[in-house]
C-alpha cells in the first residue's frame, strides 16, 4: 500500500512540475519571469524584496544562487527546481497530520493542482508562505518527542530552525503575520491547557527563543523594506461603503460561477461539489473524534481561514484590484487542510466513508482538471510552454528589448545574460533601472508594439534615449517586433 501511496504522490508531483513549474507553465509572465531575473542579477542586501516593491522577500533568488552558482544551472532552471523542493517539502509537512493516504493523496492535488484562479499555490508567494508554516508546524510538533527534550543541542537547534523559517514566511508574505502569530497563540493556549501556569514557565528556552525571534525578525523585516526604492502601503482598511462594494463583487462572483456565467465550468462544477462536502461535514461533525494535537491543527487554520478570508475583505488593496479570485488562495489552503483534518477523524460505517471519499476525490479531480482545460481551451489556448515560446528571441543574438510590461521581462528570462528587456518609460512597471542601461548597451535594440503602440514610430524616446526605426515589422516569440537604433544618450 505504502509503495503504490509513494507512487501516486511522486506522480502528482511530477505533473504539476510539467504542468506549472516554470519550465513549462504555458501562462507564465512576466511577475513570474521577476523571480527568475532575481536569481540571475542576486545582489545582497539590494534585492531582498521583489524589485520594485516593499513585499515577497525574495527566499527563491537566495537559494536560486545554489544551483545557478554551484551546479551552474541556468536561472530558469534553478527557480524552478528551488520552488518546487520548497512545495514539495510543504506538502509533506502538512501531510505529516494526516493519519489516512487517501487523504494524504487528496491534499497533494489540492496542494499541486488547485482550481483556475487558485494556481497561485504553485506560482507566488502564497505556496512558499504555507510551506514554511507547514514545516514549522510539523517541527513544533517533532520537538514533543522525548528524545528531542532530553537532548539541550537538539532542543535549542530546532527552536532555531522553527524561528528561522516563520521570520522567513513573514519575510515571504506579509499576510503571515496573521498565520505566525495564530500559531505561536495556539502553542501557547494547547499548552497552557496541559500544564498549570507557573512562574517556572519564565525559566523555559521556549520563551527566550520567541522573544529573540521577534526582536531579530522585526529588525531584519525593518531593514529589508528600508532597502526598498519603492514603499507602498497595502494593508489600508476600506470604509463602510467601499466593503459592501466588495461584498457584492465578491457575491457577483459566485453568483456567476451558479450559474455557469463564468467561463469556467468545470470550477462551476466544483463549487457545487464543495458545498456538498461541507454539508456533509457539518451533518457528520458529531462523529469526530480528535486528539489534541489534530485539534489544534484544525483549529488552528480554521481560524487562519476565517482571518484572513475576513482581512482581505476589508482590505482596500483588494478593491482597487477588483477582488480577484486569487487573494483567496490563503483560505483555500487553510480551509481545505482544515477541513481533511476534519475527515482524518471521522468515525463512521466504511460505507458511508466511501461515499464520502468518492464525493471527495471528485471535487479535487474537477478542481485541478478545470485548471488545465481552461489553460488548453479557453486562454491561452496552448499547452505550449511560455518559456519556449518566449525563447524565439534567442535567434536574434545577443538584443535589448522595449516593451509594455507583460512582454518584458517574460522574454528575457530564457536567456537574461543574452536578452536584456525592460518596460518603456511611461509605464510603473520598470522593476530595475540597471536592466535599463544593459538594454541600451546593446547594439541590436528591438521594440515590441502589442499592448503599447498601435503602430511602429519613425521615432521614439525612451529613458531620454532617442532611437530611429531601422527596419520594417515582424512577428517573433507570438509579438509584433520592430528593430530600432540608438543615436543619442542621455546627457549627464
Not at 521577476?34 to 545582489?43: G, N, W
Not at 503575520?177 to 512562574?199: E, G, I, P
Not at 462594494?245 to 462551476?268: G, Q, Y
Not at 463549487?271 to 489534541?292: D, G, P, R
Request: charged share 15%; net charge positive; aromatic share 18%.
Amino acid at each position: 500500500m505504502k509503495k503504490i501511496y509513494y507512487l501516486i504522490i511522486g506522480l502528482i508531483i511530477l505533473l504539476s512540475f510539467r504542468f506549472f513549474s516554470s519550465l513549462f507553465y504555458p501562462v507564465l509572465n512576466s511577475d513570474n519571469a521577476v523571480t527568475i531575473l532575481m536569481i540571475h542579477y542576486f545582489k545582497l542586501p539590494n534585492d531582498l524584496y521583489f524589485w520594485g516593491q516593499d513585499r515577497m522577500g525574495s527566499l527563491i533568488p537566495l537559494i536560486g544562487q545554489i544551483p545557478l552558482k554551484i551546479f551552474s544551472f541556468s536561472a530558469l532552471t534553478s527557480e524552478s527546481i528551488v520552488h518546487y523542493l520548497i512545495l514539495i517539502l510543504g506538502s509533506f509537512s502538512f501531510t505529516h497530520f494526516l493519519k489516512s493516504h487517501f487523504l494524504k493523496i487528496i491534499f497533494a492535488i489540492v496542494w499541486f493542482f488547485p482550481p483556475m484562479r487558485l494556481i497561485d499555490v504553485t506560482q507566488f508567494s502564497f505556496g512558499i508562505h504555507y510551506s514554511l508554516i507547514a514545516m514549522s508546524c510539523y517541527l513544533f510538533d517533532y520537538y514533543q518527542k522525548e528524545k528531542i527534550q532530553n537532548n539541550l543541542l537538539l532542543r535549542n537547534s530546532i527552536l532555531s530552525i522553527i524561528a528561522l523559517l516563520l521570520i522567513s514566511a513573514i519575510w515571504v508574505s506579509d499576510m503571515a503575520l496573521v498565520t505566525v502569530f495564530l500559531l505561536l497563540a495556539f502553542q501557547l493556549y494547547f499548552y497552557l491547557k496541559k500544564n498549570v501556569f507557573a512562574f517556572s514557565l519564565l525559566k523555559k528556552s521556549e520563551l527566550y527563543f520567541t522573544l529573540a525571534g521577534f526582536i531579530l525578525g522585526y529588525i531584519f523585516i525593518h531593514y529589508a523594506k528600508s532597502l526598498s526604492q519603492n514603499r507602498q502601503d497595502y494593508t489600508t482598511f476600506s470604509d463602510f461603503n467601499t466593503i459592501w462594494k466588495t461584498c457584492v463583487l465578491f457575491w457577483n462572483t459566485i453568483a456567476d460561477f451558479s450559474a455557469f456565467r463564468a467561463k469556467e465550468p468545470f470550477t462551476s462544477v466544483y463549487s457545487y461539489l464543495v458545498v456538498i462536502i461541507f454539508i456533509i461535514i457539518v451533518s457528520q461533525i458529531k462523529n469526530v473524534k480528535i486528539s489534541s494535537t489534530a485539534k489544534m491543527m484544525m483549529l488552528f487554520f480554521l481560524f487562519d481561514a476565517v482571518i484572513l478570508f475576513g482581512a482581505i475583505m476589508i482590505s482596500n488593496w483588494t478593491f482597487l484590484n477588483g477582488v480577484p479570485r486569487r487573494y483567496f488562495t490563503c483560505t483555500y489552503i487553510s480551509l481545505s487542510f482544515a477541513l481533511l483534518l476534519l475527515l482524518d477523524n471521522l468515525n463512521t460505517n466504511g460505507k458511508y466513508l466511501n461515499i464520502i471519499n468518492t464525493v471527495l476525490l471528485l471535487t479535487v479531480f474537477t478542481g485541478g482538471i478545470g485548471t488545465l482545460y481552461n489553460i488548453r481551451f479557453i486562454w491561452p489556448k496552448t499547452m505550449t510552454p511560455r518559456v519556449k515560446i518566449a525563447g524565439e528571441f534567442e535567434k536574434l543574438g545577443q538584443i535589448g528589448i522595449i516593451s509594455e510590461y507583460w512582454n518584458s521581462y517574460i522574454n528575457s528570462c530564457p536567456d537574461p545574460g543574452m536578452i536584456k528587456a525592460t518596460p518603456h518609460d511611461l509605464t510603473w512597471a520598470v522593476r530595475n533601472y540597471e536592466i535599463v542601461d544593459e538594454v541600451f548597451e546593446q547594439k541590436n535594440i528591438y521594440v515590441i508594439k502589442d499592448m503599447w503602440l498601435e503602430a511602429f514610430p519613425d521615432t521614439l524616446k525612451e529613458f531620454g534615449r532617442v532611437l530611429i526605426k531601422d527596419g520594417t515589422e515582424f512577428r517573433i516569440g507570438d509579438c509584433n517586433v520592430c528593430k530600432y537604433k540608438k543615436i543619442s544618450s542621455p546627457k549627464n
